[in-house]
């Protein structure tokens, strides 16, 4: 059996592990997803915390998400910010941009697009991933955004919680914009 091989039959079997019902086997793999887990569990992670009840078992995959250090966890990052309906998980993604320091420049149009559709929360993590990103910045990017926050101020009055913070968003990105050669 290839190194290969045996990676992703150990992955299978934390799949198979995160998906118990039983707490002490979902102790021992989120364990093991430390040391032995890829990006491909992602998505059991927050289908832990959004399914269980059992509080330890819950934020310790949060302190997993939180920790991601592989910049191929952003996909499956961004699949569950664009897809997923709780506004918990979407600012656990937001945040985990942040606290992994994960530079994904050429995704801010779907950090605009999440902070136009969801709290005020999920708005102002959006703000400080946009505001620390680092370049170089693509134009296409920077359009998508600018186009996602001129629908949302066409549609939405000044009084929205989240106006001044989507204002601050547009100033970033028209920052950005100057810097493309």
Wanted: charged share 30%; proline share 3%.
């Amino acid at each position: 059996m290839t190194t290969n091989e045996k990676n992703n039959k150990l992955v299978e079997d934390l799949l198979l592990d995160l998906a118990s019902n039983d707490s002490k086997r979902l102790t021992s793999a989120l364990k093991r997803v430390r040391s032995k887990g890829n990006e491909k569990v992602i998505p059991a992670l927050f289908k832990l915390i959004e399914e269980n009840r059992d509080e330890s078992i819950v934020e310790e995959s949060k302190k997993i998400i939180l920790e991601l250090k592989s910049t191929a966890a952003i996909p499956y990052l961004l699949q569950e910010l664009e897809t997923n309906k709780s506004s918990a998980i979407r600012e656990l993604v937001l945040n985990s941009f942040w606290q992994t320091g994960f530079n994904a420049h050429e995704h801010m149009d779907k950090f605009v697009r999440a902070a136009t559709k969801g709290s005020f929360i999920e708005a102002f993590e959006a703000y400080t991933i946009i505001d620390n990103l680092e370049g170089p910045f693509m134009e296409e990017p920077i359009m998508e955004a600018q186009l996602v926050l001129k629908s949302y101020f066409s549609e939405n009055p000044k009084e929205d919680e989240k106006y001044e913070i989507l204002k601050n968003i547009a100033k970033q990105l028209a920052n950005y914009e100057l810097t493309i050669q």
